[in-house]
């Protein structure tokens, strides 16, 4: 009957409401089902992996009764003697019975309908089939609240992720790759806290695209409690998850668990600050054995804060992420998604050919030199320097002088920049006026597409 | 007789001087040798592979002559057009006769004399035999000027490279690997411009230790002037060196071909800051169709200057390097100068056990529990809780109330910090003192050294 209620939840709008529009009774979840696993949910620790090999077999009734029977099937004693490090099974069933026995799933059902949350499990309409590849340690249930649905907002999406203690330079980045996936039609999955989590979810809302907030405690619990606001505008426009039970507290083990959740609803992973210890780089190794894309973002290597990610990207787990754009090219569909190939920008000096430039290259900056001498030190023919020297005469590369034909002015002054100007870029020269071209900027070599031409 | 000249300078004071104590006479090089080569350096230009390999078939001489008869030997013109893009020898030949015709080479070794530099070519005592890698393209010479000795000096370098227009932070960066590397007694080799170059050899010199420059034009030229007091000290201290003759000035061209001498001439090149379109990229390209190890420097995603570093690691052509430390583990001999693993720090946490941990997970933040429900919660057994219990009540991770046990203030109230904290790092607590170890800060995970551990 809660059950009923739980799946009631599922349409009506009092109940925070799907908007799928899918019937309750289009999952294959059944009353029965639902509070069997409210029940198991309350027994087991999150992600108990022989809790979840017991209900595949018995089914979640069936897991049910064996607890409460307090004695396991033979079958399933055997068969979990096989595992690698056969787990303490009298020990489990203890504990799993004491649980169970101060649980009361009808209760946990109505809590949840009450705060406006509803329970799906695997088979329901809204169930993200990717969680299946989390095996034996996928979840038993998930607790939903808000609009947005579920299964659908994750077909794309990404999970931004990074420390609480972001600097300023962390947090603007996160919210720029929320903003910047949101826009481009992608999901941001993240955890909530502090620092990069928040701030991507609130990228993700400014740009008006539902976010999945993952929690690590009952989704009718706020933690951390100065993101109160932040997880109702979360409810209102995306939705707020967990695999716990209405009312419990995150722990420690919590989130670790939790974060294998938000790694298995993402098709990748993107890491924008943590230091060497961060829950970021548990859900970015949780991303790496699902085998989901992960994407690290490089920051100051003065800054602690990011040593985490250039750990990652120093032992080649990651890949260098700059832009939102690079992140879609990763996780995306090659051919669709595609980011554009960061180029070079074009110069004057680009469009002059081989022979022009090594003229050019020959023409003093001080005093002059005629077309014989410079069709000498260019190595080209006398003919050809004189059409040569035509051209970037007109151009305004060179200029004739009475000694001859010089570099102008203007190209020609060698920087006598004092040495303190090193510490800030200079002046950047007007790349549409070829006489503002700086003869040895920094753009002083060919575009990195031809990188290896001088090898 | 100049020649001769050119080789005292090697070793007479007078002449910047060199501190091998290898007699002249050491290197297989001689009068004629050094004469007709500093010919052929004002005949071809830098990096010339035809002359290269004209002057491997027939010697420094004979190619003098071979250009003076204006008429190359029949089986070398065969041989020419095997190559791949068959070059026009005729147009290359009238290049090289007319310069040679206006060659002086006397006048070039007693000027570089004058100048206090040395002309050393291969088999001399100080010829860096790695530049042979670069087959026909391999100088013709070198003109050193410094006290320090070219090849000893190259046996363990690194090149640090990197914008003319750094950033503070570039500059920064590449003082300090000047300073690490060389206290690690490895010589910084660079190109002496302003930004990256000039911050890494000033780092070098301030550590005491020899730095060489390279220069794209001649040693006596000073480019950038700028960079005067600079190169002194490198002189002094070190070494300044170039492959082009006496009173060169620079063009782009020579800075593209100069790049391959200072990739080639150390065991690895670090790129610390570059734009897309960047020299710097120009010689990391020459590092890798060298086969020598290439590292890039991360820094802020916002950060334009920074771009080129961020692609060659996306493009997983550089290995990540975050200090001077982790380059050298890079070019390093293995077992002989590898840097320390960067670890995580430990935390008090750590020493507790998993039963103790999850004992610790169970106990209430708030009002307190008895024994049996801790128990149940924590999944273990009463005995196993209560020794737990008193472990952890010594250890002053909890405290026992009316209610019970409970998590002692300190590690339990949940941070309200307002969202703007996520701003800046809040304090970072005495990891000494565990009743101080916030209970979800970002150490909140295992290290990463077990980051698979939830996989």
Redesign the interface.
């Known amino acids: 009957m809660t059950g009923i209620l739980a799946e009631k939840t599922a349409t009506s709008p009092v109940g925070g409401g799907s908007v799928t529009g899918e019937a309750p009774s289009g999952g294959s979840g059944t009353s029965a089902e639902h509070e069997a696993r409210a029940a198991l949910m309350r027994a087991a620790?999150v992600g108990d992996a022989i809790m979840g090999r017991l209900v595949t077999q018995y089914g979640a009734p069936g897991a049910v009764e064996v607890i409460r029977a307090r004695t396991l099937p033979p079958d399933f004693i055997a068969q979990e003697a096989q595992q690698e490090r056969p787990p303490n099974l009298t020990?489990?069933l203890n504990?799993w019975y004491?649980?169970l026995a101060?649980a009361n799933p009808a209760a946990d059902l109505e809590a949840g309908e009450r705060s406006g949350a509803r329970l799906i499990i695997p088979g329901s309409p809204e169930w993200p089939t990717q969680l299946d590849q989390l095996g034996p340690s996928r979840p038993l249930g998930l607790w939903l609240h808000g609009t947005a649905d579920l299964r659908f907002s994750c077909l794309k999406s990404v999970a931004v992720v990074g420390?609480?203690?972001?600097?300023?330079?962390g947090?603007?980045?996160a919210a720029e790759f929320g903003v910047g996936l949101s826009e481009s039609g992608w999901t941001v999955v993240s955890g909530g806290a502090?620092?990069v989590d928040?701030?991507a979810h609130r990228g993700a809302l400014a740009a008006d695209s539902p976010t999945v907030v993952v929690l690590a405690c009952g989704v009718d619990v706020c933690?951390?409690?100065?993101?109160d606001t932040?997880f109702t505008a979360a409810r209102n426009q995306g939705v707020v998850i967990s695999e716990c039970p209405p009312g419990v507290?995150?722990?420690?083990?919590r989130?670790?668990?939790r974060?294998?959740l938000i790694a298995a609803l993402s098709r990748g992973t993107v890491v924008v600050e943590?230091?060497?210890?961060?829950?970021a780089?548990?859900t970015?190794?949780?991303a790496?054995?699902?085998n989901r894309h992960l994407g690290a973002?490089?920051?100051?290597?003065?800054s602690g804060?990011?040593?985490?990610c250039?750990?990652l990207?120093?032992e080649?787990k990651a890949?260098?992420?700059?832009?939102p754009e690079?992140m879609i090219d990763l996780v995306g569909v090659i051919g669709d998604d595609l980011a554009a190939h960061?180029?070079?920008?074009a110069?004057p000096r680009d469009k002059l050919n081989e022979t022009t430039?090594?003229v050019l290259?020959?023409i003093?900056?001080r005093g002059g030199a005629g077309p014989a001498s410079i069709a000498?030190?260019a190595?080209?023919?006398l003919d050809t320097a004189l059409s040569a020297l035509g051209g970037l005469a007109a151009a305004g590369y060179i200029e004739r002088t009475t000694n001859g034909w010089r570099l102008r002015k203007q190209t020609t002054t060698?920087?006598?920049?004092?040495?303190s100007?090193?510490?800030?870029?200079?002046p950047t020269p007007e790349p549409t006026d070829p006489t503002q071209d700086p003869?040895?900027?920094?753009?002083?070599?060919?575009?990195?597409d031809d990188?290896?031409?001088?090898?």
Not at 163 to 169: C, D, F, I, L, V
Not at 342 to 345: C, K, L, N
Not at 439 to 448: E, N, V
């Open positions: 620790d020990a489990r504990t004491a649980r101060a420390a609480r203690a972001a600097t300023a330079y947090a603007h980045i502090f620092g928040g701030a933690y951390p409690s100065g993101h932040l507290h995150p722990t420690r083990a989130f670790l668990i974060n294998r943590a230091a060497l210890r961060s829950g780089l548990n970015a190794a949780h790496l054995t699902l973002v490089p920051g100051p290597v003065t804060m990011s040593a985490g250039h750990r990207l120093r080649r890949v260098c992420i700059t832009s690079e960061s180029r070079a920008p110069v430039r090594r290259d020959a003093p900056s000498v030190a190595g080209v023919g060698y920087p006598k920049v004092p040495d100007a090193a510490l800030e870029p200079p003869l040895f900027a920094d753009d002083d070599c060919p575009s990195p990188l290896t031409e001088h090898g």
